[in-house]
C-alpha cells in the first residue's frame, strides 16, 4: 500500500499570502495518477488538481499543482478567504487507492 | 450535469448492517465505475472499493472482505454499499465518487454529498 504523507498538518497563514501543501508517497507514483483535492465542512470533496499539475475544471490559476516520483506540492498563489479548508492528495496508481492524511488550511 | 445524490443519514447498533444509497443522473450510468470513501472523525478519507455498474464486477479493499458489498440497479441508475457486522470504528461519512479516467490520468471528478453513519449502543 502507498501511503502518502502530508506536511504541514495545519498551515496557519494570512489572505493574500502564499501557501505551499507537500505530499510524500512511500514509493514512486505516476504524476498521471496523482490528485488534489479540498475540503469544506459539510461538503463533498471539490478536485482541484489531477494528473500533479493539471487544474480542473474551473479552477482558478492561482491553484497549481507540481512533482513527481514520490514528491508532490500544491500551491496557492495568493489565498482568497473561500480556500481556507482542508486539503487532501490522493493516488491512483495502485490499489488500494489512498489519500494523505490531509493539511488544515486556517487563517493566521 | 453530473449528479450523484445518496440517501439519508443512519444511526445502527454494533453488529448491524447498513445500506447506502447512491443515485446517478446527467450521464451514462453504466459507462463510469463508482467508488465508495468513508471518512471518520478526524481521519482521513479511506478507500473502500468500486463496482462497474455495467457489469456489476466489483474490487473491495481487504480491510473490507468479507463484510462489504457493492451492487447496483441499472433501472434506476442507482449504486449500492452495504457494509455489515458494524462497530464504532464504522463511525463515519460515507461517499460514492464517480472515477473518470482520461488517458493518461484518472480522478474523482463527482462526488455524493455523503451520508453520515453512525454506530453505536
Known amino acids: 500500500e502507498i501511503v502518502l504523507t502530508q506536511s504541514p498538518g495545519t498551515l496557519s497563514l494570512s489572505p493574500g499570502e502564499r501557501a505551499t501543501l507537500s505530499c510524500r508517497a512511500s514509493q514512486s507514483v505516476s504524476s498521471s495518477y496523482l490528485a488534489w483535492y479540498q475540503v469544506k465542512p459539510g461538503q463533498a470533496p471539490r478536485l482541484l488538481i489531477y494528473g500533479a499539475s493539471n487544474r480542473a475544471t474551473g479552477i482558478p490559476d492561482r491553484f497549481s499543482g507540481s512533482g513527481s516520483g514520490t514528491d508532490f506540492t500544491l500551491t496557492i498563489s495568493r489565498l482568497e478567504p473561500e480556500d481556507f479548508a482542508v486539503y487532501y492528495c490522493q493516488q491512483f496508481g495502485s490499489l488500494p487507492l489512498t489519500f494523505g492524511q490531509g493539511t488544515k488550511l486556517e487563517i493566521k | 450535469q453530473v449528479q450523484l445524490v445518496q440517501s439519508g443519514a443512519e444511526v445502527k447498533k454494533p453488529g448491524a448492517s447498513v445500506k447506502v444509497s447512491c443515485k446517478a443522473s446527467g450521464y451514462t450510468f453504466i459507462g463510469y465505475f463508482i467508488h465508495w470513501v468513508r471518512q471518520a472523525p478526524g481521519q482521513g478519507p479511506e478507500w473502500m472499493g468500486w463496482?462497474?455498474?455495467?457489469?456489476?464486477?466489483?474490487n473491495y479493499a481487504q480491510k473490507f472482505q468479507g463484510r462489504i458489498s457493492m451492487t447496483r440497479d441499472t433501472s434506476i441508475t442507482t449504486v449500492y454499499m452495504e457494509l455489515s457486522r458494524l462497530t464504532s470504528d464504522d463511525t463515519a461519512v460515507y461517499h460514492c465518487a464517480r472515477i473518470f479516467c482520461s488517458s493518461p490520468s484518472c480522478y474523482f471528478d463527482s462526488w455524493g454529498q455523503g451520508t453520515l453513519v453512525s454506530v453505536s449502543s
Open positions: 463496482i462497474n455498474p455495467n457489469t456489476g464486477d466489483t
